[in-house]
C-alpha cells in the first residue's frame, strides 16, 4: 500500500472554505430563524395582550352599563310605586299595615326580589311597613336615591328612597327595600368569552379606606374585604382604585393580591363606585405561549433543515474551490500541466482557466531553466577545466584551506616549490605545510599570519627559506565563510634587488658623509675669516643650512637602510621611562624654544621602569617632537605624555599646529610621504621620519597610532607592551 505522503507544515489548514462555508450559513440561518420566531412571538404577545385589554375595557364598559341602568331602573319604579293608591292611601292612613302587607305580597309575586316595603310621613316618622325592617335614611330625599346595603358577603340589598309628593309638597317617604342579586348576577354573562380567570370587582372608599368586593353569581363565591389606605392603593394602581377615583382606561398591573393581571376599571357615578374587569395574565397569554412552544419547535426543525441544505449549498459552492486548490498542490516538476474542468462560469473558473495558462507557461520556463542550467553547468566545467589547466600552469604557488586551516588543494607550483607531493599535502594543517617567517626568522608565526603578505618566507622541504609574497583570500559564499586561498609567489629577485638598493644607500651616503664633513669643516674654517663681506656671509649661512639638511637626510636614509637591512635589532635594557623622558624633554625644550614653541612634559605620579631600548626610542620620540614644533605655529604648545594604562605604557606627543588632512593620514607612516598642507608651509623634510619611527616602533613590540584634525593640531601615540621586568622593577 503507498503510503500517503503527508503535507509540509506551511500547507496545514486550520479548517476549509466548506466548513467555514457550512458555519456561516448555519449561523445565518440560526439569526434569521430566531428572530423572526422572537419577532413574531412578541408581535402575537403584543395583538393578544391589546385585544384582550380592550375586551376586557368592553366588558367593564358594558357591566358598568348594567349597574347604572340597574340603579336608573330601580329608582324609576319606586317613583311610580310611590304615586300608587295604596301608598298614598295607607300615608293617608285609611290602609293600615296588613292592608299594605297584602299589597307587598301581591307586589312580590312581579317582583320576588322585592324585599321589604315601608312608608313615612313628612316628618320622617314610619307610617306602615311590610316585608324586610326598614329605616329612612338621613337626607333630605327630594328625589329618589340609591342606597346600597352592604351585607358580611358584600353587596347584599339596596333601598331605594323616594319622596311621596302632592304636587311640589312632599307628603312622606317610601323605602323600598330589594335583593341585589338579580343587578349583580347580570354583570356576569359577558365574562366567560374573557377566560375563566376573569372576574369583576367592585370598589368604594370608606371613611378613606377601600372597600373591596366580589359578587359572584354564586352566592359562596361572594365576599368584601376591606383593604386599607386608598390612597395607598391608588398610588399602586390598583386597578379597581383607580376606578373608584373616577378613572376610566386599562392595564397591565397587579391585582390586590400581587398577581399579574390584565385589567380594565371604570366609574360608576351614580353609586360613587369603581368596578373592574380582571384576567389572570399567564391564563390571558397562555394561547399565545402556546405558540411561542410551537414557534420554537418549528424554528428547530428549520434549523436543522437549515444545516442540511447549508451543508450540501457550502459544498455546492466549493467543490470548484476545492478542486482548484487541489490541482495548485499536485503541481511539480514533471506535473506542471493542468487542464480546465471548474465549469461554473464564475471567477473560480476564470482561476481554472489563468491556473491552467498558468501552469503551461510554467511548465516552458521550468525546461527553459533545465536547459539553461544544463547549459551553464556546461560552462562551468569548461571554465573550471580553463581554470585548472592556467592554475596547473602558472609558477604561483596556490594553496586553498578550508575553514580550519586544512588544506583542501594546492597547484603544482606550489608542491613543487614546497618539495609535497599532492596526496601527502591534502588534509594537513596549513601550519605544517607552508610554516612562514618573518623576516628570516627560523621560528614560523603563530598564528599563522593569513592576513599579512608580504616578505615571508615558507620553509621548504629541504631547509631552505624561500622568500615569497602572499595574498591570502578568504573564501565566501554569500556571507558564509568556507575557507581561504594562499597564493604565494617567489620574490627571491625583489628581496635580493631590495638588499642591492639598501646597501647601495649605505655606501652612498656613507661615502657622501665624508665630503660632506670636509665642506663642513671648510666652512667653519671659512666663517672665521674676518674679510668676508655681509653678502659672503649670508651665502655661507645659506650653504651651512643646506649642508645641515643634507647631513640630517645622509642620516635618515642610513637609519632606514639600516633598520630595512635588519641591521638595527633593537638592545633593550631596564630603564626608568620617567627620568628617560625628562632628558629627552630638556632636549625638545631647547629646540621648542628656538621656535618659540612652548613645550612641557606632563609625567605620572607613579614611577615607571621598563626594558626596552631607548636609544632606538629617543631617536623616534626626537622625529616626533620636531615635527610637532616644526608643524606648529610660533607661540604654539607642545605637550609630551607618558602614561600606563591597563594594556600598555602609552607616551603621546600633542600639538596644536597645522594637523593632517584626514584622506592623507593612512599614507603617514609610508616611506618619503608628506602631506600637502606641510609641503605648502614646510618645504624642509624628507617624509622619513615617520616611517623610522614606525619601524622602529614595531622592533621595539609596540604601535604607534595618529589623531589629527587639519587646522587643529595632531596626536602621535607610542604603545609599548608591559615588560615582565617592569613588574618586578
Ligand atoms: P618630514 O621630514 O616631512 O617631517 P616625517 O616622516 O617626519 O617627514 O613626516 C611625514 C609627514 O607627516 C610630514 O611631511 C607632515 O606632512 C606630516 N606630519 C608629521 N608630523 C606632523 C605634525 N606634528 N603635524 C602635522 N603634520 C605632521
Known amino acids: 500500500m503507498q503510503k500517503q505522503e503527508m503535507p509540509p507544515a506551511s500547507l ?39 385585544r384582550v385589554l380592550s375586551q376586557a375595557e368592553a366588558v367593564t364598559m358594558g357591566n358598568a352599563g348594567f349597574v347604572e341602568d340597574g340603579v336608573r331602573a330601580a329608582k324609576y319604579q319606586a317613583a311610580l310605586l310611590s304615586a300608587a293608591p295604596q301608598i298614598r292611601q295607607t300615608l293617608a292612613g285609611t290602609l293600615d299595615s296588613d292592608g299594605l302587607t297584602t299589597y307587598f305580597q301581591s307586589l312580590r309575586e312581579e317582583r320576588p326580589d322585592m324585599l321589604g316595603l315601608a312608608v313615612f310621613d313628612a316628618s320622617r316618622r314610619r307610617v306602615a311597613a311590610a316585608g324586610a325592617a326598614l329605616t329612612l335614611p338621613a337626607g333630605p330625599h327630594l328625589r329618589s336615591a340609591f342606597h346600597p346595603q352592604l351585607g358580611h358577603d358584600g353587596w347584599d340589598e339596596y333601598d331605594v328612597v323616594t319622596p311621596i309628593r302632592a304636587g311640589e309638597t312632599i307628603e312622606g317617604f317610601l323605602v323600598v327595600r330589594t335583593d341585589a342579586a338579580p343587578l349583580l348576577a347580570s354583570l356576569m354573562p359577558a365574562l366567560p368569552s374573557l377566560g375563566e380567570t376573569a372576574k369583576v370587582y367592585l370598589g368604594m372608599e370608606q371613611a378613606q379606606r377601600l372597600i373591596l368586593m366580589h359578587p359572584a353569581a354564586d352566592t359562596r363565591d361572594r365576599y368584601m374585604l376591606s383593604m386599607g389606605d386608598a390612597g395607598e392603593w391608588y398610588a399602586l394602581r390598583l386597578p379597581i382604585s383607580l376606578g373608584v377615583r373616577g378613572q376610566q382606561g386599562y392595564l397591565q398591573g397587579r391585582d390586590h393580591m400581587g398577581n399579574h393581571v390584565l385589567a380594565a376599571y371604570s366609574p360608576l357615578p351614580s353609586l360613587g363606585w369603581g368596578l373592574s374587569v380582571q384576567i389572570d395574565r399567564v391564563d390571558a397569554l397562555s394561547s399565545v405561549t402556546t405558540l411561542g412552544y410551537a414557534l420554537l419547535g418549528v424554528g428547530v426543525v428549520m434549523l436543522m433543515l437549515a444545516a442540511i441544505l447549508a451543508a450540501i449549498l457550502a459544498r455546492e459552492l466549493t467543490n470548484p474551490l476545492r478542486e482548484l486548490s487541489r490541482k495548485i498542490m499536485n503541481l511539480k516538476p514533471g506535473a506542471w500541466t493542468t487542464a480546465v ?14 491556473l491552467a495558462e498558468m501552469s503551461s507557461r510554467l511548465q516552458a520556463l521550468y525546461e527553459h531553466l533545465e536547459q539553461e542550467v544544463g547549459n551553464r553547468t556546461k560552462e562551468l566545467k569548461k571554465q573550471y577545466a580553463y581554470d585548472r589547466a592556467i592554475l596547473e600552469g602558472i609558477q604561483h604557488g596556490v594553496i586553498t584551506v578550508d575553514l580550519h586551516g586544512h588544506v583542501t588543494g594546492a597547484n603544482p607550483a606550489a608542491l613543487t616549490l614546497l618539495g609535497w607531493d599532492a596526496e601527502e599535502v591534502i588534509g594537513k594543517r596549513i601550519e605544517d605545510t607552508a610554516a612562514i617567517h618573518a623576516a628570516g626568522k627560523t621560528d614560523p608565526i603563530t598564528p599563522h599570519p593569513v592576513r599579512k603578505c608580504l616578505l615571508h618566507s615558507i620553509r621548504c622541504t629541504d631547509g631552505t627559506l624561500l622568500p615569497t609574497v602572499f595574498l591570502v583570500s578568504p573564501l565566501l559564499q554569500g556571507r558564509k565563510l568556507f575557507g581561504a586561498v594562499l597564493v604565494f609567489q617567489d620574490v627571491r629577485d625583489e628581496r635580493r634587488m631590495d638588499e642591492l638598493k639598501s646597501e647601495f644607500i649605505t655606501l652612498a651616503s656613507h661615502q657622501l658623509r665624508t665630503p660632506l664633513s670636509i665642506v663642513r669643516w671648510h666652512m667653519d674654517l671659512l666663517e672665521e675669516e674676518d674679510h668676508l663681506s655681509a653678502r659672503q656671509k649670508d651665502s655661507m649661512g645659506e650653504m651651512r643650512t643646506a649642508a645641515s639638511r643634507m647631513s640630517d637626510l645622509l642620516n635618515a636614509l642610513l637609519q632606514v637602510a639600516q633598520l630595512e637591512g635588519g641591521g638595527l635589532t633593537p638592545k633593550p635594557m631596564r630603564v626608568d621611562l620617567v627620568q628617560f623622558l625628562r632628558g629627552v624633554s630638556s632636549e625638545a625644550h631647547l629646540i621648542a624654544q628656538r621656535s618659540g614653541i612652548h613645550f612641557a612634559f606632563h609625567p605620572p605620579k607613579q614611577k615607571i621602569n621598563t626594558v626596552t631600548d631607548t636609544v632606538l626610542l629617543g631617536i623616534t620620540l626626537q622625529n616626533l617632537l620636531t615635527n610637532a614644533v616644526k608643524y606648529s605655529e610660533k607661540g604654539g604648545n607642545v605637550d609630551l605624555t607618558l602614561k600606563r594604562t591597563r594594556r600598555s605604557l602609552e607616551i603621546s606627543v600633542t600639538d596644536h599646529g597645522m594637523g593632517i588632512p584626514a584622506k592623507e593620514q593612512r599614507h603617514l607612516f609610508q616611506k618619503f610621504f608628506r602631506a600637502a598642507n606641510a609641503k605648502k608651509i614646510q618645504t624642509d623634510g624628507s617624509g622619513l621620519g615617520l616611517y623610522i ?17 587639519e587646522h587643529k593640531g595632531s596626536t602621535f601615540t607610542i604603545s609599548l607592551p608591559h615588560h615582565a621586568q617592569e613588574e618586578k622593577a
Not at 486550520?14 to 422572537?38: E, K, N, P
Not at 619611527?693 to 584634525?709: R, W
Open 693 to 709: 619611527a614606525k619601524m622602529i616602533v614595531d622592533s621595539l613590540g609596540g604601535s604607534i597610532q595618529v589623531k589629527s584634525e
Open 341 to 354: 474542468t471548474v465549469k461554473t462560469g464564475d471567477e473560480v473558473e476564470l482561476l481554472d482557466r489563468r
Open 12 to 50: 496545514w489548514m486550520r479548517t476549509s472554505v466548506r466548513r467555514r462555508a457550512t458555519w456561516h450559513m448555519m449561523l445565518l440561518a440560526f439569526m434569521m430563524i430566531l428572530g423572526l420566531t422572537l419577532v413574531s412571538f412578541l408581535f402575537m404577545r403584543g395583538v393578544l395582550m391589546k
